[in-house]
T-cell receptor
């Protein structure tokens, strides 16, 4: 079955540091890939997405590139801010076999950015 | 704002009691989902619905049932709550039915004592 593996946290950085959160996936078909973010006390919200190989998703300074050859979708940001402190989830939607309306999530990575 | 509300937002209940959580949406979207979030497990799908009276099981459906008698409401019921069902429950909608994007509600924190 489909699965998502992302680096375990917590990750603690100083403001303006470079961020990488690794994510790899296993899927039977041709998945779409997502990063969701959850701020304290809130539900998840979509941060960025990529629907095919070599696509780059970007939003709010975050980027991730869909790498089919390495089955990866690593999240990066060049300079984090305190306001980026949150839990980040990698997820996929596999559009094969009629399961194209379900998401599979990784376990989440807690990011704390200190001033 | 995807117009999703969940009620109650917090609940404490005793083992063996029935509990119903409600998800309400204002946009008449077809696809709705219930997830639970637990430390070390991320989000796991409990049940989902693809229309009125059309529901199916997710990966952790044991001990849960759902109903959808109106497009706007998706109910999750714990028939006899257990301590292992202590969790944060999130409802989500998929505006396009393609899982290119899901919108989440604010969550319900359930504690079973």
């Amino acid at each position: 079955g489909d699965s998502v593996t992302q680096m375990e946290g917590p990750v603690t950085l100083s403001e303006e540091a470079f961020l990488t959160i690794n994510c790899t996936y296993t899927a039977t078909g041709y998945p779409s890939l997502f990063w969701y973010v959850q701020y304290p006390g809130e539900g998840l919200q979509l941060l960025l997405k990529a629907t095919k190989a070599d696509d780059k998703g970007s939003n709010k300074g975050f980027e991730a590139t869909y790498r089919k050859e390495t089955t990866s979708f690593h999240l990066e940001k060049g300079s984090v801010q305190v306001s980026d402190s949150a839990v980040y989830f990698c997820a996929l939607s596999d559009h094969s076999g009629g399961s194209n309306y379900k998401l599979t999530f990784g376990k989440g990575t807690l990011l704390t950015v200190n001033p | 704002d995807a117009g999703i509300t969940q009620s109650p937002r917090h609940k404490v209940t005793e083992t063996g009691t029935p509990v119903t959580l409600r998800c309400h949406q204002t946009e008449n979207h077809r696809y709705m989902y219930w997830y639970r979030q637990d430390p070390g497990h991320g989000l796991r799908l409990i049940h989902y619905s693809y229309g009125v009276k059309d529901t199916d099981k997710g990966e952790v459906s044991d001990g849960y049932s759902v109903s959808r008698s109106k497009t706007e409401d998706f109910l999750l019921t714990l028939e006899s709550a257990t301590s292992s069902q202590t969790s944060v429950y999130f409802c989500a909608i998929d505006p396009h039915g393609s899982s290119y994007e899901q919108y989440f509600g604010p969550g319900t924190r359930l504690t079973v004592t």
